[in-house]
């Protein structure tokens, strides 16, 4: 299958990156990922194009066998463009449609109000990554604490292991040591450089401590990975899309994704 989306193309990068194991069955990919099966959109399928309604049953049918220990249901739909009428049978069959910006950028500037009281680096000691796994845990606290916190442990190990390997860094703002505000970038092929998880502590939103650390980031990659494009993928509805469009991101793509946390649960 050739993958036509730059979103799903760095996607899959990372993935491969991170031990996931991606099977190529013609018309879509078969994406694992072993080492953490609780991670939705690394254990997937990729579809080449929307399915047919009558072909939606067999589908779900498909993801089920594939993914047999997995109680969700994850499918992506290839393509730089989204159309809601094409995927409507899969929304009537209990999936959730999620449609991203993908957003990319060749250079970078300061955000409006920029934030000068935090350090910003990447992460590097045991505590470092561990203040990772709490921040991440503090701005989703909408997801069951226990199993979120194995799906973020077993993640950031993964992360940690590329940072080590030099596919990238994870990059932090600490205001008094406590991190604040991370995410990850990391080389995902065809001189591109992918985003990761941008996520700010509840309680220091409004700051600029996001677009500030996005900023220094990616000068960071543009200049130390040898890439050309940076890659994000945003919420097109979500405030934090303003402050990657104030630091030079700009809307190439849309990201197609289809979501069912819990397929043992029927849609009212």
């Not at 290839?78 to 049978?89: F, V």
């Not at 080389?187 to 509840?202: H, I, L, N, W």
Request: aromatic share 8%; proline share 7%; hydrophobic share 40%.
């Amino acid at each position: 299958m050739d993958v036509q989306s730059i979103a799903y193309r760095t996607d899959l990068a990372l993935l491969e990156l991170g031990g996931s194991v991606v099977e190529d069955r013609g018309d879509r990919l078969v994406v694992r990922t072993p080492h953490n099966p609780t991670f939705h959109w690394g254990n997937f399928l990729l579809l080449d194009r929307p399915p047919a309604a009558a072909d939606v049953p067999v589908l779900l049918a498909d993801v089920d066998a594939t993914f047999p220990d997995s109680t969700h249901r994850a499918i992506g739909v290839d393509g730089p463009t989204s159309d809601p009428d094409a995927l409507a049978p899969l929304v009537a069959a209990g999936l959730s449609l999620d449609v991203a910006a993908v957003m990319t950028a060749r250079a970078t500037q300061a955000p409006p109000r920029p934030n000068a009281d935090a350090t910003y680096r990447p992460l590097a000691s045991d505590e470092d990554w561990q203040q990772r796994v709490a921040l991440a845990a503090r701005c989703n606290e909408d997801h069951p604490a226990d199993e979120y916190l194995a799906f973020m442990s077993s993640k950031a190990r993964t992360d940690r292991a590329l940072t080590q390997a030099g596919h990238g860094a994870w990059w932090g703002a600490f205001v008094d040591g406590r991190l604040v505000s991370s995410l990850g970038l990391f080389r995902a092929g065809e001189g591109s450089a992918r985003f990761q998880s941008v996520e700010t502590d509840p309680a220091f939103r409004g700051r600029g401590l996001a677009g500030t650390l996005v900023h220094e980031t990616s000068r960071w990659g543009l200049a130390e990975l040898d890439v050309e494009t940076l890659v994000m993928v945003a919420d097109p509805d979500y405030v934090a899309i303003r402050i990657y469009r104030s630091v030079g991101f700009a809307e190439t793509e849309r990201q197609t994704q289809l979501h069912q946390p819990d397929r043992r649960v029927s849609r009212p």
